[in-house]
């Protein structure tokens, strides 16, 4: 449990950081602005509500963990703080624990503050078109745990980027599998077409390889109606057990490093 | 202010000046509100959904967005909507649940009566995405119904609307009466079903005797379609006949040949049971007989003790004119 100072710490070093109220403040806008979308939608409201909404938590989320993430052990590193902090007794894999709680945590209060205006704007829009709020609920909320449970993963892939390379090098590699993860469904579909059975099985093994983040993207289907909850609580132990290979990863990689 | 300061100023100006005039310029070479630009941004479904990044649904509500104020651009200047399906097809691939894209889509399309088709394929393409919705095949239906006048496929989707899941009573209701109208004694039959179908499931009094004077109406029209069809037949075997003994009778080279009957129709509708087509003359369910003309071969029958919609507009009930809509 010594990473649980290291993690509280994180938590109120990110949080006082100015660009997570600015990204913070972009996100809300663009949740409330689709009230405003969704009276230009013909009858549509609640659906565009709901598919914005959701999307801006995920693009803003991703946004703070890319460009917070990346920099948490290099921050250390070039600050010398790490040597300071390695001192103590803290194992090297309680630090990378610590610092990807924190982080957690932080990006915990910040979807749930972005949580918090979604469903406002989504109770007020059906307010107005007399749509059943309650009956969304439960499908906006499995949407948001999941968005969630990606935004850790990719604060996982970003710490364990962080420990072999720069900040910028690890904000692309995260970035990149963001758009692989998104796109290595479609990916292995094209493998398939091209005949080629070689090149199938790379892509095949790639595809095993890298996260399936569109496990975690239930909200197209969500939108429209429930999902099951096998399908859900496969989804986020999917997501959960890849984290922690992600993080075990990381540990590794720290032990060995030498500054 | 410094000489160094006012230079800076100076190069602003002229930059932000000069910037200002290629964006005018560029707003003349290519006007992105355009409507041909339309095209621009209908990009294959497919590589749109790959680069979304999962984010699809809120691409087909921006491209949703971007569809009412095409259609609205058309409807204003009355030009052609050639992009109305690649852009309802494209946001229903994006988001396939989007049902009522395919509504409006459909609705929006089956306008024009060259896009009737594509009305139709877009809410195939419904029916196969969204196997519960039974708003769907009812669309359909009403869209072969009013622009096709394809009863029968009409009659077909609203059978399959009626039974998914929370359909309304409609459904059935116009699959049997659409059945009826395709003048086909087979499927007047299956009308006959679906309202006695209607009759047996109505919750309440005011439905079941709804059903059952439909039901009655539907077996005079099945009755009727027969005996139409049996006294058609009996007009071809009658002048088949006429033609065979005149034929015959210019092989024997006689001196006169047959004369030509005032009517091949049966003389009465008893003839139809004596020339074995029938085994006995159907009634109503008042027990009164079929009103039948020999010189026009037409079917009637008397008024029913309450407006039978269809059957007087067909001009089947005896006085009534089918040029008239029925009041009630």
Not at chain 1, 155 to 163: G, K
Not at chain 2, 172 to 177: G, I, L, S, V, Y
Not at chain 2, 183 to 206: I, K, M, T, V
Request: proline share 5%; aromatic share 10%.
């Amino acid at each position: 449990m010594n990473f649980l100072p290291l993690a509280r710490n994180t938590l109120r070093e990110t949080i006082r950081d100015k660009i997570l109220y600015v990204i913070l403040l972009f996100a809300l806008l663009m949740i409330a602005s689709s009230i405003l979308l969704s009276f230009l939608s013909l009858n549509q409201q609640d659906k565009i509500v709901f598919d914005l909404g959701l999307s801006a938590i995920s693009i803003f989320g991703l946004i703070i963990t890319v460009f917070v993430g990346t920099n948490l052990v290099s921050k250390e590193i070039d600050k010398k703080t790490i040597y300071l902090i390695l001192s103590k007794p803290i194992r090297r894999g309680d630090f990378i624990l610590g610092k990807f709680l924190g982080l957690s945590l932080t990006l915990g209060v910040i979807i749930l503050a972005m949580a918090a205006a979604f469903f406002i704007v989504l109770w007020y829009t059906m307010s107005l078109t007399e749509s059943d709020f309650m009956a969304w609920l439960p499908n906006g909320s499995m949407a948001l745990v999941l968005i969630y449970i990606e935004m850790l993963l990719l604060t996982a892939a970003a710490i364990f980027f962080s420990t072999f390379s720069t900040p910028v090098m690890s904000a692309m590699f995260t970035l990149g599998l963001y758009m692989i993860g998104h796109m290595s469904n479609d990916m292995l579909n094209f493998g398939k077409l091209t005949g080629q059975e070689s090149l199938n099985q790379v892509i095949e093994t790639v595809f095993y390889i890298v996260p399936d983040l569109e496990r975690l993207n239930l909200k197209n289907v969500l939108v429209n109606q429930p999902v099951s909850p096998e399908i859900f609580a496969s989804s986020l132990s999917y997501g959960l057990l890849y984290i922690a290979g992600l993080l075990l990863l990381s540990m590794m990689i720290f032990e060995g490093r030498e500054f | 202010m410094s000489l160094a300061r006012l230079i800076l100023a100076t190069l602003f100006c002229t930059v932000a000046f000069g910037s200002h005039l290629l964006h005018m310029r560029l707003q003349q070479a290519l006007p992105l509100t355009d409507p041909a630009n339309d095209k621009i941004r209908l990009m294959p479904p497919d590589f749109l959904r790959f680069v979304t990044l999962g984010h699809s649904n809120l691409m087909a509500d921006m491209l949703w967005l971007q569809l009412i104020q095409y259609y609205g651009a058309t409807a204003q200047e009355k030009s052609s909507r050639q992009y109305l399906y690649p852009y309802v097809d494209t946001i229903t691939s994006l988001s396939p649940d989007f049902e009522d894209a395919y509504i409006f889509g459909s609705y929006v399309l089956s306008d024009t009566p060259e896009q009737v088709k594509q009305s139709l394929q877009l809410l195939e393409k419904g029916m196969q995405q969204m196997p519960d919705s039974w708003m769907i095949p009812f669309q359909a239906g009403f869209v072969s119904y009013l622009h096709q006048k394809d009863y029968a496929k009409a009659a077909d989707y609203f059978v399959l609307a009626s039974k998914r899941p929370e359909a309304p009573r409609l459904a059935q209701e116009m699959a049997a009466q659409l059945n009826r109208r395709t003048n086909d004694y087979s499927r007047c039959q299956l009308g006959l079903r679906l309202w006695q179908d209607a009759f047996e499931n109505a919750p309440d009094g005011e439905l079941r005797a709804k059903a059952e004077k439909r039901g009655i109406e539907t077996r005079f029209h099945c009755d009727l379609i027969l005996l139409e069809a049996l006294i058609k037949k009996y007009q071809r075997d009658a002048l088949a006949t006429w033609e065979a003994s005149v034929a015959a009778a210019k092989k024997a080279e006689a001196d006169t040949l047959p004369p030509r009957p005032a009517s091949f129709y049966p003389a009465s509708l008893a003839e139809l049971v004596k020339a074995g087509m029938v085994s006995s003359l159907p009634k109503d369910p008042l027990q009164r007989d079929f009103v039948y003309q020999p010189q026009t071969g037409k079917i009637q029958v008397k008024p029913l003790p309450w407006p039978a919609y269809e059957l007087e507009l067909l001009g089947y009930v005896v006085g009534k004119d089918p040029q008239k809509k029925p009041t009630n």
